[in-house]
């Protein structure tokens, strides 16, 4: 310590003579005003802590959409519109997001300077600092939200879904993980309050119940979940789930790794709608799908079942020809019923290509830019691991040891859930700065 370094020069040191009283309160005291200046100057260390940093290119998109709400806000209090009130509120969010962004590090700034200015008294100075902690600790947060404003809305997020389970490397153990992921999901609906109703189970069960033994092997199931929002809710299960365990039918005790996948269509009600996009018979609507492009087989029910089985012709094959996308549905009784399951899977299927489709190629621009990934469901999403009761998304790289509560589709799932959609949300912004830059080298390259 340099200030008790002074007190034992010019042979100050207990092995020259003994302290005094005097003494020892004189190295109290320096120790004490150390401490305080030491304190101080942590403090002022601290408060100068960058804020976390917005690129460039998304703070322009900001400021470009306040600018365009306080355009609209002004123009709405002279003459009131619909479809300006409805911008406004879509607006509304990323105003709100920028402003308290702006005022958190504007706060900060100016607390900064109040702290180089030497005529301010320690006081004071203690304050700014207080201030500037307290708000730095908001910075990340409002950053998040900032970048979450500026994400484009998923066209399908507020649409039911269809959730399609099949099995696939693995044999018979896959097809015996398709019915654990199944429940899984059945559960997890049931705990939300979301309808669920099997559209279609192809099982090596006789009776075909979703209550039977483990050791069913299933080929192929279709949960519909009508609820509006659902696909937002269930998006992030897409891909391939990976199982690692003992099978039930394994003798020596080895551990097997099979998969399963997971696929969730947005899903429409049966009738059209006039929205834009959502309407079947708008030749711009990703869920419209020409008659003429279509190819409609009618054949009896297969399997075991009821007397229905092999005695009507109530099984409908449908063939999107342009894509060779085969649906067939035979769960129910009436023919008419099993088309018009049949008509809304494959209009979700075929929705979903076409979208698949747009953000392929917008990832293809995003690549020679900035080299930003995409996981589609053809990857490996999450893993189950029976022995360490163990389950991994490899997406958020999230990890828990609950197994069971997640197959019971309890808390644990929704954990996984939302660091899922975490993770999805920081590549959208990844995405999203790519794109602002990929127009911004397009307009640079226009200029020249």
């Known amino acids: ?125 203690s304050l700014a600092t207080e201030e500037i902690e307290q708000t730095s600790f908001q910075l990340p947060s409002l950053l998040t939200a900032l970048q979450s404003s500026l994400i484009p809305p998923d066209p399908f997020a507020a649409l039911p879904c269809l959730l399609e389970i099949r099995p696939g490397a693995g044999g018979s153990e896959a097809g015996i993980f398709v019915g654990d992921l199944l429940r899984m999901y059945q559960a997890f609906c049931k705990r939300h309050s979301l309808p669920a109703s099997l559209v279609k189970l192809d099982a090596s069960s006789a009776s075909k119940s979703t209550k039977s033994s483990h050791l069913d092997e299933i080929q192929e199931a279709i949960l519909e979940i009508p609820q509006p929002g659902a696909y937002g809710v269930l998006k992030c299960e897409a891909g391939v789930h990976r199982v690692q365990r003992v099978p039930a039918t394994e003798t020596q005790g080895r551990t097997h790794t099979s998969a399963a996948s997971v696929l969730v269509l947005p899903s429409f ?108 469901r053809g990857d490996k999403v999450r893993t189950y691991n029976w022995g360490q009761q163990r389950v991994t998304d490899h997406r958020s790289g999230r990890t828990v040891n609950t197994l069971d509560d997640v197959l019971e589709g309890g808390a644990t799932l929704d954990e996984v859930m939302e660091s899922v959609r975490g993770w999805q949300r920081e590549r959208d912004v990844e995405a999203l700065i790519a794109d602002e830059e990929a127009a911004a080298k397009r307009g640079k390259e226009a200029r020249r």
């Not at 190295?27 to 100068?48: E, I, W």
């Not at 999107?320 to 018009?340: E, G, L, M, W």
């Open 269 to 376: 009600p049966d009738q059209g709608n006039d929205e834009g996009e959502k309407a079947f018979d708008d030749p711009t609507s990703d869920y419209h799908i020409p008659a003429s492009d279509v190819r409609t087989d009618v054949m009896r029910a297969r399997g075991a079942g009821g007397q229905h089985v092999n005695t009507t012709d109530s099984a409908i094959r449908l063939t999107h020809i342009p894509t060779s996308t085969v649906v067939a549905i035979q769960d129910a009784r009436s023919q008419h019923k099993n088309r018009q399951k049949a008509w809304q899977v494959l209009r979700a299927k075929v929705a979903l290509m076409r979208r698949e489709a747009r953000e392929e190629e917008k990832a293809k621009l995003r690549v020679s830019v900035v080299g930003v990934a995409r996981m589609g």
């Open 1 to 125: 310590m340099q200030l008790t370094a002074g007190l034992c020069c010019e042979g100050r040191t207990p092995h020259a003579r003994a302290w005094s009283s005097g003494d020892w309160w004189l190295l109290s005291v320096l120790c004490f005003v150390q401490s305080v200046v030491s304190y101080g100057n942590a403090r002022d260390s601290r408060a100068r802590v960058p804020a976390p940093s917005i690129s460039s290119s998304l703070l322009g998109r900001a400021r470009s959409i306040a600018a365009e709400y306080d355009k609209l806000s002004h123009q709405i209090q002279h003459e009131y519109n619909s479809r300006t009130a409805q911008k406004i509120g879509e607006l509304s969010t990323t105003t709100k997001a920028l402003n308290d962004w702006e005022t958190a590090t504007k706060s900060i700034a100016e607390l900064q300077h109040l702290l180089k200015d030497p005529s301010n008294d320690a006081e004071l100075r």
